[in-house]
Structures are given as C-alpha cells and as structure tokens.
C-alpha cells in the first residue's frame, strides 16, 4: 500500500545492497556540487480554481539535472539532501531563485501569481529560517503574498515546537502554509490550527483511487468526500493533486474542492513555458 514514509526505505529492500550504497555514495558527492555546476532548476506547475478556471498560482518543483545521473528525480534526492544536511543550502537556492524570477516577472510586467515552494522539516527547525526568508524577500522587493510554502505531515515526526514557531513567525509576516500530501500522514485538527495552516493539498493517492476498481475504492471516496467538509467547517481551501482524468475532475467539482492541480490541466512546465502560458491565460482570466 502507498505509503509516504515507504519512499525513504526503499532502499534496504534492495537486492543488491553493496551497489545501492555505493550509488547513494556517489549521488551525495555530485549533489554537494549540483549548485555550484549549476544542475538545479525549478519547474513550475498552475495551480487552477476548480469553478471558474482561472489561475490562481503554481508549485514550484525542483529538477536536478547532473551529466553522469542524468535527470534525478526529486523523490530520490530530496531525502538525501534532507539526510545529509544538504537541504539547507538546497532550500535557500529554491527560495532565492524563486524570488529572483517573481523580481524579473515583476519587471517585465508579467502577471503576478504567488507560487508555492516545498519545505522541508529540517528547514522549519532551522532557528534563522525565518530571517533568511525575510531578508530574500525584501531583497528582491517582494510582498509575502507571493511566495507560500507546502509541509507535509512528516512534521509531526520533527521538533514540533520549533517548527510551530517558525511557521508562527512566517504567517505573522503574511506568508500562506499548505498541508501538502495530506491525508497519508498522521496529523490532527490541532496540529492544523498550531501550524497556521489555511489549505489542505489532499494527496494523490485519493485522486488516483477515483478511477480505480481496487478494494477499498469506495471507502477512500469516502475518506476524500469526508476530508473536503472537514476543510470546508473549518475554513480550509482544498487543492487537488494529481488529477489526471475529467472524471476525478466531475467527481471532485461535485464535492466542492476549491482547487485543481495535475496532468489534466498542465504538466509542471520549465520556466519559458510557464511564463508564456501564464501570459497568454492571464489575458483571458483577468
Ligand atoms: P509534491 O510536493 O507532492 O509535488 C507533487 C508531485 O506530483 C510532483 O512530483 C508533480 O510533478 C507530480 N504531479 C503533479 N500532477 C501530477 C499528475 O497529474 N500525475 C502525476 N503522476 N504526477 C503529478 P515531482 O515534481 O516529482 O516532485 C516530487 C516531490 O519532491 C514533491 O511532491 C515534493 O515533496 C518534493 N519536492 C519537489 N521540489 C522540492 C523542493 O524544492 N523542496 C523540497 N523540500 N521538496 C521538493
Ligand atoms: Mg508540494
Ligand atoms: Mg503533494
Ligand atoms: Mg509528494
């Protein structure tokens, strides 16, 4: 069964454990230079309000491209960088590189949409995390409007008090924070309200189970019809993630889900391609 926490494993199940470390050992030596060789770009994917079409922001995701790995995906490296203390100098280059093309979008007199950065657990315990973010934005003249950030339930596995203060310090400077993959977790309405959190990204798993004929098919329904009116009573906005059918489209309308995210709509796009598909909707829906 899916499992989040299943991903970082994988590993020790491996057959040939001798070739996985040695491959693990490699991929740590060129992730410690993918800044400085310049392997690191951000692909950006819309994010679409179900009941009107228009856009309403983008995830950023982060792509790492090496020449003897070739395209690693982030599944594969985040949990490194996160194991290895990499994370740190990995998260502040996505922050920064974020803010820097929100600047040059701001200058070209591109329509602005806020964007959705992925942090890490150990970013949120980082003590400094919010000054950092305070100082990049105001470097790059960037109200926090534009920038929110998506954590995943992993964080009721970290050092809850420090994340809840960071998080309590990035929603007091007016930056949103996403519940993302939620739903395969653990997490509580209490550590919701604790970590500020005003939407649920509802994992992919629940989409995908909309068009399944797998056993449990109608109690993750179910779960997915339940999730929403939870949000709804308690003002969270909800996005969809993964949707790759206009059946999961009808269903999750019919339930009231806010947001849309997925194939369907648009694959994550590199950065040219986002910013003509942005120009060019933008015309249209404002
Ligand atoms: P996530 O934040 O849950 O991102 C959603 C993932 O679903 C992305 O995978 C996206 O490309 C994929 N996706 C979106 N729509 C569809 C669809 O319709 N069908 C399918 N099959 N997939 C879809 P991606 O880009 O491979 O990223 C994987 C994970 O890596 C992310 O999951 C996030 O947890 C992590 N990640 C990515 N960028 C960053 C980053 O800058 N920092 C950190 N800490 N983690 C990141
Ligand atoms: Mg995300
Ligand atoms: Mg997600
Ligand atoms: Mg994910």
Same mark, same amino acid.
């Given at each position: 069964?899916?499992?989040?926490?299943?991903?970082?494993?994988?590993?020790?199940?491996?057959?040939?454990?001798?070739?996985?470390?040695?491959?693990?050992?490699?991929?740590? @030596?060129?992730?410690?230079?993918?800044?400085?060789?310049?392997?690191?770009?951000?692909?950006?994917?819309?994010?679409?309000?179900?009941? @009107? @079409?228009?856009?309403?922001?983008?995830?950023?995701?982060?792509?790492?491209?090496?020449?003897?790995?070739?395209?690693?995906?982030?599944?594969?490296?985040?949990?490194?960088?996160?194991?290895?203390?990499?994370?740190?100098?990995?998260?502040?280059?996505?922050?920064?590189?974020?803010?820097?093309?929100?600047?040059?979008?701001?200058?070209?007199?591109?329509?602005?949409?806020?964007?959705?950065?992925?942090?890490?657990?150990?970013?949120?315990?980082?003590?400094?995390?919010?000054?950092?973010?305070?100082?990049?934005? %105001?470097?790059?003249?960037?109200?926090?409007?534009?920038?929110?950030?998506?954590?995943?339930?992993?964080?009721?596995?970290?050092?809850?008090?420090?994340?809840?203060?960071?998080?309590?310090?990035?929603?007091?400077?007016?930056?949103?924070?996403?519940?993302?993959?939620?739903?395969?977790?653990?997490?509580?309405?209490?550590?919701?309200?604790?970590?500020?959190?005003?939407?649920?990204?509802?994992?992919?798993?629940?989409?995908?189970?909309?068009?399944?004929?797998? %056993?449990?098919?109608?109690?993750?329904?179910?779960?997915?019809?339940?999730?929403?009116?939870?949000?709804?009573?308690?003002?969270?906005?909800?996005?969809?993630?993964?949707?790759?059918?206009?059946?999961?489209?009808?269903?999750?309308?019919?339930?009231?889900?806010?947001?849309?995210?997925?194939?369907?709509?648009?694959?994550?796009? %590199?950065?040219?391609?986002?910013?003509?598909?942005? %120009?060019?909707?933008?015309?249209?829906?404002?």
């Amino acid at each position: 069964k899916y499992n989040i926490a299943s991903k970082h494993k994988i590993l020790f199940y491996s057959r040939d454990m001798g070739i996985e470390i040695e491959q693990n050992f490699t991929m740590i @030596n060129y992730l410690k230079k993918a800044i400085e060789n310049n392997e690191l770009y951000i692909n950006y994917q819309p994010i679409i309000q179900i009941n @009107n @079409n228009q856009i309403v922001g983008a995830e950023s995701l982060l792509r790492w491209k090496n020449s003897k790995l070739g395209n690693v995906s982030p599944d594969k490296f985040i949990p490194i960088a996160e194991n290895t203390g990499l994370i740190y100098s990995i998260g502040e280059w996505v922050i920064e590189n974020i803010c820097k093309k929100i600047n040059e979008w701001k200058k070209k007199g591109l329509k602005l949409i806020p964007i959705s950065v992925n942090i890490s657990v150990k970013q949120l315990e980082y003590i400094r995390f919010t000054e950092f973010v305070r100082k990049t934005l %105001d470097y790059y003249n960037i109200e926090p409007k534009y920038i929110e950030f998506e954590i995943t339930e992993s964080v009721s596995a970290g050092n809850i008090d420090k994340i809840a203060k960071t998080v309590k310090e990035l929603s007091e400077i007016g930056i949103k924070i996403s519940m993302d993959d939620f739903g395969t977790g653990y997490s509580s309405l209490s550590l919701l309200k604790k970590l500020f959190i005003n939407k649920l990204k509802i994992d992919k798993v629940f989409i995908d189970y909309i068009e399944s004929n797998l %056993d449990y098919k109608k109690d993750y329904n179910k779960l997915l019809k339940t999730i929403i009116n939870m949000a709804k009573n308690f003002n969270l906005k909800v996005v969809a993630e993964g949707i790759e059918t206009r059946n999961q489209l009808e269903l999750l309308k019919v339930l009231g889900c806010d947001f849309r995210q997925g194939y369907l709509f648009s694959k994550p796009l %590199d950065v040219d391609s986002f910013e003509i598909w942005v %120009d060019k909707n933008s015309k249209y829906k404002y």
